[in-house]
């Protein structure tokens, strides 16, 4: 630090290393895809369900999931949905602006441990499928590791789907079974209609052999477990990713809280059989 | 361990000598009330005021701190702390001191915060005059000053100044000439740290606090939370006074060139409206109860689960700031021990 402290800058835990955004596409009308590098080289060594703190210099930082699978030689992709100050900012940068990353920090899905030799039951809801997305691939990458493999992505409408090119080879995967909603359907949508759940009643699975991971906005968890629960899916084999209001991703802001529970530290992926008895959870 | 006894007068020699020194702070008579601020004379300094408007904490986790400066998208850390003395700190503010020590340093270790702490020598006096709300003695820190570099008792016309620790000690050494403290003036401060102890709340907390986090298990929905809340305006006043609330926001500034600019953390308050907002206008938070209880969580089980510490010190200060007049922790701690 400067100023006299005289204590080594690699320790402040505050401090982003700078990184460049080596390429981006709009995937929606309200999010772009990125395309990261840090400065370094040094591949930023998350597993999937991770996130990073994203600068841009003058405006802020923001906690954002990592999308893709590890060991991609040193490049991790994001997906930012244009919500506020920060977002909007990385939207408008062009390929080659100068960033900061921390992280990767918090928790991440089972990949290693519990889902391993088990079926997958993945239940994304909007950008909910961008950190799963990251699960998503690194099963597909070790794919004799794991069992069937179930995804369903639910969007408010048609135009809101991510990843179509990789969601349609998905569902073209033998193994996989790829289902997809809208809330609302739009002239050439031949698709099904109805919110994420409405897939679930239909879905043939063997609870005991299953490991579900959920992901959406904070209203879908609610009836996704519902849903889980029916199917005799045990609260141990639910995997929830969180999202809560985050300044710092190192424990010491306060904000992410749910009761007493630091999301940067503890998640965001929770055990949902870990906090389905703490009250601000879900 | 050096134990001086001086007069008022050889102390304010000793302050003034260390103000030639170097950097002092310490408790002052502000228009009525009491506020830590540069120390320019000894003269200025009280040792026996009541509380100070807002706790020590803004000289370890400043109100607005720069904790990086970037250019061309490269970050580098800063950090203005320097040296400096802390004079006269109730000891139920030194108790939360300790408690943010060990929550910076635990886990990641947050460099700034500490190099603002280890540039501190912090010298705790003993209580002489209690302020209208504290409760100090209830929840066990009228006394005990475990942190703290040097302590300076009153005991009667003298003043008892101790070292605890190597800072301590150096600072001390400009009262090398003065006599080390007498059996009888130490007897007497052992009769008051008694009497502190015992004495310095206006009320009772009228449960211990280390069965809280237990109680609170079973009282996330007592009619208390609503009842308080309902009156409360979320002004945030509680936070701002609280020696233990730390939570806190990072902005970021630009100079003309808006690829230069520092990034800043500043106090945020969770009983703030928006403290668990999210894109979307989401609010994790959203009714008045949940922050309000949120706050009494905190305090009573979710810090004392990370440290093991009650994370209410006691100085009263968030009961006399609140316009509302709902932020009385021994008023909510006692109804939740009342039904149990
Ligand atoms: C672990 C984690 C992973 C995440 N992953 C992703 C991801 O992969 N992709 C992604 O796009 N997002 C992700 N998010 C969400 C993302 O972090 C937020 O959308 C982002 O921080 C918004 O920052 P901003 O500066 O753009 O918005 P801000 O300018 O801070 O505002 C964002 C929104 O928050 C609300 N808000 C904030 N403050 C106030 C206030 N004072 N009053 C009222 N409303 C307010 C508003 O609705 C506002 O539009 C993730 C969040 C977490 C915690
Ligand atoms: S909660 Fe109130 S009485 Fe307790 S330490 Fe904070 S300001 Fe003081
Ligand atoms: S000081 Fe009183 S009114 Fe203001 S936020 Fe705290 S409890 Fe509410
Ligand atoms: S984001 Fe700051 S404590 Fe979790």
New interface residues.
């Given amino acids: 630090m400067c100023g006299g402290a005289g204590k080594p800058e690699a320790k402040d835990i505050y401090r982003p290393e700078p990184a460049t955004l080596a390429r981006s596409e709009g995937l929606t009308a309200h999010e772009r895809w990125f395309e990261v590098k840090l400065d370094s080289g040094r591949p930023l060594g998350h597993m999937p369900g991770q996130f990073v703190e994203i600068s841009v210099p003058g405006i802020g930082e923001a906690p954002i999931s990592v999308s893709s699978a590890p060991g991609r030689n040193g490049a991790f992709e994001l997906v930012v949905r244009n919500v506020g100050n920060v977002t909007r900012a990385l939207h408008g940068l062009p390929a080659g602006a100068r960033i900061g990353v921390r992280g990767p920090f918090g928790t991440s899905f089972p990949v290693d441990g519990a889902m391993r030799g088990r079926d997958v039951l993945f239940i994304c809801g909007g950008i909910g499928l961008v950190p799963v997305r990251s699960a998503i691939q690194y099963v597909l990458d070790h794919r004799p590791d794991y069992g069937a493999v179930t995804i369903l992505f639910g969007t408010r409408s048609p135009s809101d789907r991510l990843f179509t090119d990789e969601t349609a080879k998905w569902a073209g995967t033998r193994g996989v079974t790829y289902m997809e909603t809208v809330d609302r359907g739009d002239a050439g949508w031949t698709g099904k209609v109805g919110v994420i759940t409405t897939l679930m009643p239909d879905l043939k699975i063997d609870p005991a052999r299953t490991v579900a991971v959920v992901c959406g906005p904070p209203i879908m968890y609610k009836f996704v477990i519902i849903e889980l629960h029916k199917m005799k899916v045990a609260d141990e084999n639910i995997f929830v990713s969180l999202e809560r209001n985050m300044k710092c991703g190192v424990g010491k802001c306060g904000h992410c809280q749910i009761n007493g529970l630091y999301v940067c530290r503890k998640g965001p992926v929770f055990r949902y059989a870990d906090v389905n008895d703490v009250r601000e959870a879900v | 361990m050096i134990r001086k006894q001086v007069t008022r007068q050889a102390l304010d020699a000793w302050v003034d000598g260390l103000i030639a020194a170097g950097r002092v702070v310490g408790a002052q008579k502000k228009g009525g009330r009491y506020a830590f601020d540069d120390l320019r004379r000894a003269a200025d300094l009280c040792l026996d005021y009541d509380v100070t408007i807002l706790p020590p904490k803004k000289y370890f986790l400043p109100p607005k701190e720069d904790?990086?400066r970037?250019s061309?998208?490269?970050?580098?850390?800063?950090?203005?702390?320097?040296p400096f003395t802390l004079l006269g700190v109730h000891p139920y503010d030194m108790a939360a001191i300790a408690q943010m020590d060990k929550?910076?340093a635990?886990?990641?270790?947050?460099?700034?915060y500490l190099?603002r702490r280890e540039?501190a020598t912090v010298v705790v006096c003993d209580i002489e005059r209690m302020s209208p709300n504290i409760f100090a003695a209830s929840v066990g820190t009228a006394t005990a000053a475990d942190g703290c570099d040097a302590l300076i008792t009153r005991v009667g016309r003298a003043y008892v100044i101790e070292s605890h620790t190597a800072k301590g000690e150096r600072l001390l050494a400009g009262l090398a000439g003065a006599p080390d403290a007498d059996a009888v003036t130490l007897a007497r401060r052992e009769q008051l740290w008694e009497d502190n102890a015992r004495l310095m709340s206006r009320r009772e907390l009228r449960v211990e606090p280390r069965r809280l986090p237990r109680l609170l298990e079973d009282a996330?929905d007592h009619p208390v939370w609503e009842e308080k809340a309902s009156q409360c305006f979320a002004c945030g006043s509680c936070n701002l006074v609280c020696p233990t609330c730390?939570?806190?926001?990072?902005?970021?500034?630009?100079e003309w060139d808006?690829?230069r600019?520092v990034?800043r953390?500043v106090w945020?308050g969770?009983m703030l409206t928006d403290?668990?907002?999210?894109?979307?206008k989401?609010n994790?938070?959203k009714n008045r109860a949940?922050r309000y209880r949120?706050r009494y969580?905190?305090k009573g089980?979710?810090v004392p689960?990370?440290i093991g510490d009650f994370s209410c010190v006691g100085c009263g200060r968030c009961v006399s700031a609140c316009v509302a007049r709902i932020a009385d922790p021994v008023e909510v701690y006692n109804r939740i021990a009342e039904v149990q």
């Fill in positions: 904790i990086l970037f061309d998208g490269r970050y580098e850390s800063v950090s203005d702390a320097a929550l910076f635990q886990d990641n270790r947050d460099e700034h190099a540039q996330y730390y939570c806190f926001d990072v902005q970021d500034d630009v808006p690829s600019g990034r953390r945020d969770c403290f668990a907002t999210v894109a979307g989401h994790f938070r949940d949120h969580y905190r089980k979710y689960e990370k």
